[in-house]
């Protein structure tokens, strides 16, 4: 990292702060502990379409854009109220895939950047208010597809992505605020990365960690390579350079609450032979101690690129595999795995390239994706309910 940036002791006393900001386990009290008692449905999106992205606002899950059957993009948006188990339909300004989603705040959503159809990454973010149920637009300073989102509460930061220029991958990181005005920077990273970005709501932090770097940017042939940089994001505006990722590799997932960041899955090319080898290795972070535990756990099976999501005090790890269809779930108080050798909750259909939000922390959706090993694109949508009400 950045000789200017921040030692441990001032990570320290940010994550302390931010800790101490809201008390844990606010989020929790609606959600069914027994795993074995989530209740699970089916519905369909209005159109089958894979790479699409998911945020959730309210009462809210928004399913944008992704690419359809046939290679071109969608501008479609399809709504889900969990209040009144009905969906809508709505559109984004500009069909496009590759975007970022996320939230500030309970009032808006964020679709930000992604692809258009001549493959240009764009600055356009298209903004939901779930209170007035309309749309609205903002620009980010510099284009890019793919950003991750990184939800602090009072504000959200929109980190990296592809940049379609010769560094590839971008450092720029611009913050969202309630008011939806917009305060760019960069890291300050010596590699520009495409991390995972892993929020924490209830203490307004956030890491940007993992993925894969581009040891050669600006130059005419990248050098990409996984990434053990990473970043501490906390409200409104701060960034400070975080521990080293102790074990880099592409294609991981994960999520964070209670101030535990958990990073679950991926692979690593065997030397030689360029053999993809996927891992079941867990790294946990946690914000008490700014430290990444030197006790990696396992999923239950290799998972590449699996979606994770927080339901409850609950980090559930689902997809990413052909072997399984249960979900690897980690109870975040006991630092644990549950068993989960009843195979429920499990997926009931696999796929790739796929979307999952949880709506007020209790509601587990996954929408769309590619199915029959990416031969087709599917509109099915599994909900998994653990809301007591």
């Known amino acids: 990292m950045n000789k200017s940036a921040l030692n441990t002791a001032s990570i320290a006393r940010l994550l302390l702060l931010l800790l101490m900001a809201v008390p844990f386990g606010l989020a929790t009290s609606n959600v069914i502990d027994n795993i074995n008692d989530w209740r699970f449905s089916g519905a369909m999106l209005s159109v089958a379409r894979a790479s699409i992205a998911a945020a959730n ?16 993009y969608t501008d479609v948006v399809d709504i889900y109220n969990r209040k009144t188990k009905k969906w809508t339909t709505s559109h984004l300004s500009k069909a496009r895939s590759e975007i970022g989603a996320g939230s500030v705040g309970s009032r808006y959503a964020l679709f930000a ?37 990184i939800s602090l509460g009072s504000s959200t ?40 970005a892993l929020s924490d709501v209830s203490s307004e932090t956030g890491l940007y960690t993992s993925g894969y770097q581009n040891n ?48 679950g899955g991926g692979h690593l ?7 993809s080898l996927l891992t079941d290795r867990v790294d946990i972070f946690h914000a008490s101690s700014q430290q990444w535990s030197s006790q990696p756990l396992k999923l239950s099976v290799p998972r590449d690129y699996p979606l994770v999501q927080v339901v409850g005090d609950y980090i559930v790890f689902l997809s990413g595999t052909d072997k399984s269809k249960d979900l690897d779930i980690f109870d975040t108080q006991a630092c ?20 999952a939000t949880t709506i007020d922390g209790c509601l587990l959706m996954v929408a769309g994706g590619s199915v029959y090993q990416g031969r087709n694109t599917t509109a099915s949508v599994e909900m998994f309910d653990a809301c007591h009400v």
């Open 336 to 355: 644990r795995f549950v068993s989960n050798d009843r195979h429920a909750p499990a997926l009931y259909t696999l796929r790739s390239d796929a979307a």
């Open 157 to 196: 930061a929109v980190v990296g992505g592809l940049s379609g220029d010769l560094q590839y991958l971008s450092n720029a990181v611009d913050f969202v605020d309630s008011k939806l005005s917009v305060f760019s920077t960069s890291l300050q990273s010596p590699y520009p990365q495409l991390g995972l």
């Open 57 to 72: 606002v309210g009462h809210l899950a928004l399913f944008a854009g992704g690419r359809l059957q046939n290679g071109t």
């Open 216 to 263: 050669r940017p600006g130059e005419r042939f990248n050098d990409f390579e996984p990434s053990n940089q990473t970043v501490v994001f906390g409200a409104p505006t701060n960034l400070v350079a975080g521990p080293i990722f102790p074990y880099p590799r592409w294609g991981a997932g994960g999520a964070a609450t209670n101030g535990v960041f958990v990073v």
């Open 269 to 275: 090319f065997a030397n030689g032979t360029g053999e």
């Open 113 to 149: 950047g992604g692809f258009d159809s001549m493959f240009r990454p764009m600055s356009l973010v298209d903004v939901y208010d779930a209170e007035t149920e309309k749309w609205t637009s903002i620009h980010l300073k510099t284009p890019r597809a793919s950003p991750r989102l």
